[in-house]
């Protein structure tokens, strides 16, 4: 069974950074796409980036400039940076693996809560 495990979360202050990593420790599949959801309460699961294996990435608008996205192919890891963090970036940060195959795997969540 294939397990993402996703680490990095926490509460920070406006304006902190953090950076949340997420990897499929033995799993043996491949990502092709390595994707950061989020989803705050009330509110419906939203992108926020997604790389692929190329490098080609996507971020969702609100935060763009704020956050970068990156992985590393030997390792299956995918990071996301995130700095200028908001009130509004809280929400529990889902990691998300699509093979080239086309199955789709996601980690439990990892909570990111923004306040002062």
């Known amino acids: 069974q294939v397990q993402l495990v996703e680490s990095g979360g926490g509460v920070v202050q406006p304006g902190e950074s953090l950076r949340l990593s997420c990897t499929s420790p033995g799993s043996g599949i491949t990502a092709y796409v390595m994707g950061w959801y989020r989803q705050a309460p009330g509110d419906q699961r939203e992108l926020v980036a997604r790389?692929?294996?190329?490098?080609?990435?996507e971020y969702s608008d609100s935060v763009k400039g704020r956050f970068t996205i990156s992985r590393d192919n030997a390792q299956n890891t995918a990071y996301l940076q995130m700095n200028s963090l908001k009130p509004d970036d809280t929400a529990v940060y889902y990691c998300?693996?699509?093979?080239?195959?086309?199955?789709?795997?996601w980690g439990k969540g990892t909570l990111v809560t923004v306040s002062s």
């Open positions: 998300n693996i699509q093979t080239l195959g086309g199955t789709t795997y």
């Open positions: 790389i692929t294996a190329s490098n080609i990435i």
